[in-house]
């Protein structure tokens, strides 16, 4: 579909969307948008790298805190969020923001864009990452192919001189590793490209220290993502609870504080499920969250809550008005798309 005309029917059905949520904000209470991204780098190097849709720009994630904050929405913490679903008090709509898996630029980049705000933030950390134990292979492929002209991958030499080139390869490439070899693929790649493994890891993953001088800061709350990444739909229950449970713990320890929210991996229809739920809440947590699209309202279920991706391909307000009138939610249902 040509850019126009997306845009055209962006505009149409935002016109439609926007009356029919005010109508359903005085019959059930304000609207709640909880948003979800992994990624953020400067403009400039968001146009060249391999994997930028990862990413927001975060030029325009600067722009979209401060529109918020003009069309009178209040940015909240998820423990925030839930108080508001289960009061059903009166009020603005609200929105949340939150990180999943946590690398580097969730200190560097995002955290000092939610500071210049003064609006709060949801860190769900994948403790793999400051633990050094998960091998962070797209990124360090990522980061591979930026920064060089050619690589080797097995018996290949790449030439990536452009960043189309490097955006393609890193299609093809990540896709060939995807799976339970990643590790490996990944290993054998450093190894042939001079590439110090330990070191890549600690240019993109978030550390303990980082993460201890943001949980100070009453701005940013810590949830936890799992352990290891995995999709929990996928385990059998007792692994689940393994995950779910030590990666709270984990975080507690390691931060001295109480970890209360969940988020799952992945978290669509095939990722977690009313069995996953179940078991986010019996780990202790106080609330689970998805990637299903949609809003929440009052009395919204907390161990399924919907969250809005906004990664790289979302950057205009038109579509992130989309997410806030709930049309992009209820599109997706219609389409089966959750
Ligand atoms: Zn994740």
């Known amino acids: 579909m040509g850019a126009e005309l997306k845009l055209l029917l962006f505009a149409t059905a935002s016109a439609l969307a926007l009356p029919f949520a005010r109508v359903t904000d005085r019959a059930l209470g304000p609207r709640g948008c909880l948003f979800t991204f992994h990624r953020a780098a400067p403009s400039e190097l968001w146009e060249k790298l391999p994997n930028r849709n990862f990413y927001i720009d975060a ?21 925030e969020a839930q108080r508001r679903m289960s009061s059903g008090e009166r009020g603005n709509g609200y929105v949340n923001f939150s990180i999943d898996d946590c690398y580097r630029d969730t200190y560097e980049v995002i955290a000092p864009l939610f500071r210049k705000h003064k609006v709060p933030l949801t860190l769900f950390v994948t403790t793999g990452i400051p633990d050094g134990t998960l091998p962070l292979w797209s990124s360090g492929l990522e980061d591979a192919l930026l920064n060089r002209d050619r690589v080797r991958v097995g018996d290949e030499t790449v030439v990536v001189e452009s960043s189309e080139a490097k955006r393609a390869a890193y299609h093809r490439i990540a896709a060939s590793w995807d799976g339970s070899d990643a590790e490996k693929h990944y290993a054998a790649f450093c190894a042939a490209n001079g590439i110090d493994i330990e070191a890549m890891h600690w240019k993109h993953a978030i550390s303990w220290e980082m993460l201890a001088e943001l949980a100070r800061d009453p701005l940013f ?70 990637t299903r699209k949609g809003l929440v309202r009052r009395g919204h279920d907390a161990f399924s809550l919907p969250r809005n991706t906004i990664n790289g391909g979302h950057r205009s307000l038109a579509a992130m008005e989309m997410h806030l009138t709930g049309f992009t939610g209820t599109a997706a249902r219609v389409l089966g798309r959750v």
């Open 221 to 290: 709350e810590i949830g936890a993502h799992t352990v290891t990444h995995a999709r929990i739909s996928s385990l059998e229950p007792e692994a689940a609870m393994v995950e779910l449970e030590q990666s709270r713990e984990r975080l507690n320890e390691r931060l001295g504080i109480q970890v209360e929210h969940f988020a799952f991996p992945y978290g669509r229809a095939f990722d977690c499920g009313p069995r996953d739920f179940a078991l986010a809440q019996r780990a202790g947590f106080r609330s689970a969250s998805t």
């Open 59 to 79: 030029a325009f994630l600067d722009k979209f805190l401060a529109y918020l904050a003009a069309q009178n929405w209040d940015v909240v913490t998820m423990s």
